[in-house]
């Protein structure tokens, strides 16, 4: 009856927790604790060892599906998860169904046929070995020679691979569930929840109060606030979780889109604005005035600034050598007697001798800037009933880029003037102006950072479209097209004079960016005509893109 209820309740045992009394409820019912869970690693590692002690038995080692033998030892890049699965799953087969496999193996990655037919088990494998050979057939066949070569180092490496992809899907799971529970939660009902959990928090710690007087540990050390209530308490709406952008973060790009611009600006305008008859460059108090006025007016201003940049008091002034004095002559004469009419384009570029032309009727030469040499000559026509032809011819020498190249004079410009000059002036043609002015705005784009950025698309698409090249960020792209910029301009003084040169130079920097930028990775197990290939890919959209660019430049420029 209920008498003896209360008594057997009476009698029970006073459960201590932490000093706090609570009594024994008797309509509580405890179960008994059930066996403890496996230990997943211990069962893993039991059945790699138990896997590699089969493998022991079983000699796979003269099986080879590769030419490289390096391969088969070498520290490689992780193997797709796709291929790392069929690896995997190779293991797994019966020793029987292995051998017949192997045997077999070449005409499988080649024609996914057999000759001998295998169990059940082996044609399974057989269809998904064939969804992997389409896309990733070298690197099934390295895996799988590695696999032959020493199986216990590549089971555990797969393994390895496997379960670290598991993680990470798991892991993005969950938080996207955590996301979708954010989002269903609004943020009122947020708000109540913490406010009513911090309540009962209070109260309780003002219950307990009494209880924890005169002992250690305090109510929050006694009793942790429980995992379950930490995640709904840090969960927050979308909105709410988004960091505050600093003003430094936006302060450094507004600044770069700021000189930009600024530099756009000044060079199309000074592109877009120059005229042939500045002749700033020209001292006035200079005895070489008129070749100067000359050189400006055929070369151009800004041409003769970059060839010729002004001078600081002390530094050495280039010294025309009697060699390169009548080299900058005989080029201008031979001009003369082309524009003349007694040499055409067949003889032109051929080797002739001036002696054997006629006589010229007048020449004049003189340094007009340093560095810059001014030819004049005067030449009759060959028709007798034509005026006489006058060219002018204006080289540059003095310059170690010369001495490189094993020239004594380069020839900036040269064209035919008018008889009467300098009354008359000299204007080249419309289309060379806007020419010029088009390759003046294309640089001042390059020097903006077109270049880099058309070197990142390339490389986007080379990553999508090569195995050879991966790369986890965007950011990363922009990094390594950085990277072959600033490489670039260190090798500009390198003659390159063929495109295989230039993907084999470009190859190799991109193997230093793999050292320098650690989101991106070279695949070099692919083999050199791979890597030229995708490296081809990235110069030649660069390429394109500029091109592009210079047509739409040309036409708004016209």
């Given at each position: 009856?209920?008498?003896?209820a ?36 211990e ?35 992780p193997?797709?998860?796709?291929v ?34 295998a ?57 996207a569930a ?21 309540h ?39 909105n ?54 000359l ?102 020498f003095?310059?170690?880029?010369l ?13 035919q003037?008018?008889?009467n ?20 705005i ?5 020097t903006?950072?077109t ?27 922009y ?5 072959m910029g ?73």
């Amino acid at each position: 009856d209920s008498g003896d209820a209360d008594s057997i309740t009476a009698h029970k045992p006073t459960i201590l927790s932490l000093g706090a009394n609570i009594k024994y409820d008797a309509s509580v019912e405890f179960e008994p604790l059930g066996p403890e869970p496996p230990n997943n690693e211990e069962t893993e590692r039991g059945e790699i060892e138990e896997n590699v002690a089969e493998l022991d038995t079983l000699d796979l080692s003269t099986h080879c599906f590769i030419r490289n033998k390096s391969l088969l030892r070498s520290q490689l890049m992780p193997p797709p998860e796709s291929v790392a699965e069929v690896i995997l799953a190779f293991h797994q087969l019966p020793p029987d169904d292995k051998l017949t496999l192997l045997t077999q193996m070449n005409q499988l990655l080649e024609t996914s046929e057999l000759e001998h037919s295998a169990s059940s088990v082996g044609q399974t494998w057989v269809k998904q070995l064939n969804q992997v050979r389409e896309t990733e057939q070298r690197k099934t066949a390295i895996w799988l020679s590695r696999y032959c070569a020493e199986p216990a180092n590549t089971l555990e490496e797969v393994r390895s691979l496997l379960k670290t992809k598991q993680k990470i899907r798991d892991h993005e799971a969950t938080m996207a569930a955590a996301e979708s529970t954010a989002d269903v939660l609004p943020e009122t009902s947020s708000r109540t929840l913490d406010d009513s959990i911090d309540h009962q928090s209070e109260n309780c710690g003002e219950h307990y109060s009494e209880s924890y007087q005169g002992q250690e540990r305090s109510p929050s050390t006694a009793y942790p606030t429980s995992p379950s209530r930490a995640a709904r308490r840090t969960i927050r709406p979308k909105n709410q979780q988004r960091p505050k952008s600093t003003v430094l973060a936006w302060a450094i790009p507004a600044v770069w889109c700021f000189v930009v611009i600024i530099t756009l600006f000044t060079k199309i305008n000074a592109a877009s604005g120059g005229t042939y008859l500045a002749y700033n460059i020209c001292p006035e108090d200079s005895s070489s005035l008129k070749a100067c006025n000359l050189a400006v007016e055929l070369a151009g201003e800004m041409t003769l600034e970059e060839m010729h940049p002004r001078r600081s008091e002390g530094e050495t002034t280039p010294v025309l050598s009697p060699e390169a004095e009548q080299d900058a002559v005989e080029e201008c004469e031979l001009m003369a007697n082309y524009y003349a009419g007694f040499i055409g384009d067949e003889v032109f570029y051929e080797k002739t001798d001036v002696s054997e032309l006629p006589p010229i009727i007048s020449i004049e030469g003189d340094i007009a800037l340093p560095g810059i040499f001014v030819t004049d000559v005067i030449q009759k026509n060959a028709v007798a009933t034509e005026p006489d032809i006058r060219v002018g011819c204006v080289h540059h020498f003095g310059s170690k880029a010369l001495e490189f190249e094993g020239m004594t004079v380069w020839q900036m410009a040269s064209d035919q003037i008018p008889l009467n000059w300098p009354e008359e002036h000299y204007f080249v043609d419309p289309d060379l102006i806007l020419q010029s002015q088009t390759s003046r705005i294309h640089e001042a784009f390059y020097t903006a950072g077109t270049d880099t950025i058309f070197t990142a698309i390339g490389l986007f698409v080379a990553v999508i479209v090569s195995p050879v090249f991966s790369c986890s960020s965007v950011g990363g792209l922009y990094k390594v097209a950085s990277f072959m910029g600033f490489a670039s301009g260190l090798l500009s003084f390198v003659p390159i004079f063929s495109w295989k040169a230039r993907i084999a130079i470009s190859s190799l920097i991109l193997l230093g960016a793999t050292g320098s930028v650690k989101e991106f990775k070279m695949d070099w197990s692919q083999g050199y005509q791979p890597i030229a290939l995708a490296t081809g890919i990235v110069l030649g959209i660069n390429g394109f893109l500029s091109l592009v660019m210079y047509w739409a430049i040309a036409s708004i420029v016209s």
